[in-house]
């Protein structure tokens, strides 16, 4: 079955530390992004990527960084320079080209804690 | 600044009646809306979308009404029942766009 997934599902991280969150598509989408979910705050937007070897920020990028080598995946680390990285992560993609953002899929998410 | 206004944050709604969530936009040039439904631990999962050509859009329970004048849509879940309960987000992009803006969520309880 084509879908999303995310690895790990929990995921705990200890002040100063990096850590790199999976997302591997098997959709054939351009595009993917990556958005936080925070309680009362709705889906912010990090970072999305519309085709291999390229990426923008979105709207809370600082403290994230992402890469896009390969159409499949799009891997979001978490830097020690975000300050309040505990949230609920979720990866997505799209068809992009004449799709664009239409027919979001997204996957289940990482939780993200630090300890 | 959000882009897509959402209310209210929290609703609850007894078996069999109907639901209604609002959102507000000022861009317009958004011409894509859809909703997404998210369970507790999970992602959200698009449960309907429409474009500002028509006027409103049924799905079995669900149902989106458009005002384009007003820049406002809706979603109404007709004959709501416990396994609606749920996080639900509307969100709108542009043609030109990749990334949706989301409001920022409705928790809905539907109690038995």
Redesign the interface.
């Known amino acids: 079955d084509g879908g999303i997934t995310q690895s790990p599902k929990y995921l705990f991280r200890k002040e100063g530390q990096n850590v790199t969150l999976s997302c591997e598509q098997n959709l054939n989408h351009d595009a993917m992004y990556w958005y936080r979910q925070d309680p009362g705050q709705g889906l912010r937007l990090i970072y999305y990527s519309q085709i291999v070897n390229d990426f923008q920020k979105g709207d809370i990028a600082e403290g994230y960084s992402v890469s896009r080598e390969k159409k499949e995946s799009f891997p979001l680390t978490v830097t020690s320079a975000q300050k309040n990285p505990t949230a609920f992560y979720l990866c997505a993609s799209s068809p992009g080209q004449g799709g664009k953002s239409y027919g979001y899929t997204f996957g289940s998410g990482t939780r993200l804690t630090v300890v | 600044q959000?882009q897509v206004k959402?209310s209210p944050?929290s609703l609850i709604v007894q078996k069999g009646g109907i639901s209604i969530i609002n959102c507000a936009y000022e861009n317009t040039a958004f011409d894509?809306f859809?909703w997404?439904q998210q369970f507790p631990?999970?992602?959200?999962?698009?449960l309907i979308?429409i474009r500002p050509d028509v006027s409103e859009k049924k799905e079995g329970r669900f149902t989106i009404s458009f005002n384009k004048s007003a820049k406002q849509f809706s979603l109404h879940i007709m004959d709501s029942q416990p396994g609606d309960s749920a996080t639900y987000?509307c969100a709108a992009?542009t043609?030109?766009?990749?990334?949706?803006n989301?409001?920022?969520?409705t928790s809905l309880l539907v109690t038995p």
Not at chain 2, 41 to 46: D, Q, R, T
Not at chain 2, 102 to 105: A, D, L, V, Y
């Open positions: 959000q959402q944050q894509y859809p997404y631990g999970k992602g959200p999962a698009l979308a987000f992009s043609n030109s766009g990749y990334a949706l989301f409001g920022k969520g």
